[in-house]
């Protein structure tokens, strides 16, 4: 117990001295992120915190946990995924080239004893699984770097989520994990997530850019897989993914909704589930409070089914994707506290996106033809409003 305390509280400690000192060097260095499009902040902000969180949680973690292999391992990969973000918020990155990088890093974590060697199916036993095991772990690992990274677009946003997802992480490696460092891992992050809320949180003094939310996702990513090393249940495999399922749940939609329309999946957007849920009226703080909800929700489901209380965890996982589904249509509204105007804007929108998809579903009749041909100015002009529309 001494050694969760101290190890919790240096991390907190650890995040309150070095988040301070981030903004100082990036306001100095000039690492800040402006205003933009998809931006819902109105002033430059420092975009430095990862590293705080990297450094922070490291000496935590070196000044309670015992080194070995994997702890070694993790290391190493964290380190590049921390100095592949930092590059990308100084400079910027092409998305592919951030993947690729990405791999890199969770492939090192293989070599370091770092895969799901087996699964074990109810009613048929232990299934090797071999080079799948491996290529599933970096599948996992990747995939929560890239969901963690898509949350953080609100003040507090992914640090919050993190800090759900760590202490849930924590209560789960206390009870069934392999690795023996696990639980303090998950708990020097937690502590960690909660010392830069304190700057983070709306409104927010500094933002932790792609090199703090890609170092938060690969660790919970990497030490979530630790938990199926010595006993691979279809449990173990279902409790990571309930534990995160908010931010999983809004990359898959951004994957679905960019084919859609025939972008690239990796096309940033403003589509996420809190950019919605800004357009139904909600301040970020409000905002942020609800995906805590989801998130709170999600962690639960998870807690419920691993003492075998299935009927619960279902529940409480129909309820969250009921939400979900409801602020990604637009049709999310909190009545019950107060009444939420929605914006014009959001309404014209729809109406645009609405139009665009009818117009694609039908052919052109020939007297649209014989106008347009008619009128090429007009149809210029037409087209000119359309891609102002759409940027």
Not at 94 to 107: D, S
Request: with cysteine; proline share 3%.
């Amino acid at each position: 117990m001494l050694s969760y305390l101290s190890t919790f509280l240096l991390a907190v400690l650890f995040a309150l001295i070095l988040t301070p000192i981030s903004i100082i060097l990036a306001r100095e260095w000039g690492v800040m992120d402006y205003p933009g499009e998809r931006r819902i902040h109105k002033t430059p902000i420092p975009r430095l915190g990862g590293a705080a969180i990297y450094l922070a949680f490291w000496l935590a973690v070196f000044l309670t946990v015992a080194v070995n292999k994997m702890l070694i391992g993790l290391f190493l990969g964290s380190t590049i995924i921390f100095v592949v973000g930092i590059y990308d918020d100084v400079k910027g990155m092409r998305p592919l080239v951030k993947l690729l990088w990405q791999i890199l890093a969770a492939v090192i974590l293989i070599f370091f004893g770092m895969a799901v060697p087996h699964i074990t199916l109810p009613l048929y036993g232990v299934v090797q699984l071999g080079l799948i095991g491996n290529i599933f772990a970096v599948l996992w690992i990747v995939g929560l770097v890239n969901a963690v990274n898509i949350s953080d677009g609100m003040d507090g946003l992914a640090s919050g989520i993190c800090f759900i997802a760590a202490i849930t992480l924590f209560w789960s490696a206390t009870i069934r994990s392999a690795y023996p460092g696990a639980d303090l891992l998950m708990l020097a992050l937690s502590g960690v997530t909660l010392g830069f809320l304190f700057y983070n949180f709306n409104p927010a003094k500094i933002i932790m850019g792609d090199s703090g939310s890609m170092f938060l996702g690969y660790m919970i990513g990497s030490v979530s897989i630790w938990g199926l090393l010595k006993t691979a249940t279809v449990l173990g495999l279902v409790f990571p993914l309930l534990v995160l399922g908010m931010p999983l749940m809004d990359m898959l939609f951004a994957i679905i909704r960019r084919k859609w329309k025939g972008h690239s999946i990796v096309r940033a957007d403003r589509g996420h589930l809190h950019h919605r849920l800004l357009d139904t009226g909600l301040n970020q703080r409000q905002a942020v409070f609800v995906l805590y909800g989801i998130s709170l929700c999600f962690g639960l489901a998870a807690i419920f089914s691993a003492y075998g209380h299935w009927y619960i965890a279902a529940i409480l996982v129909v309820i969250d994707l009921g939400i979900i589904l409801r602020i990604m249509f637009r049709k999310f509204r909190l009545h019950n506290w107060y009444t939420v105007t929605r914006p014009a804007s959001a309404d014209m929108e729809d109406k645009k996106e609405l139009k665009k998809d009818g117009e694609g579903m039908q052919h052109k009749t020939e007297e649209q033809s014989q106008a347009e041909t008619q009128n090429p100015e007009g149809q210029n002009q037409e087209e000119k409003i359309k891609m102002r529309n759409k940027v």
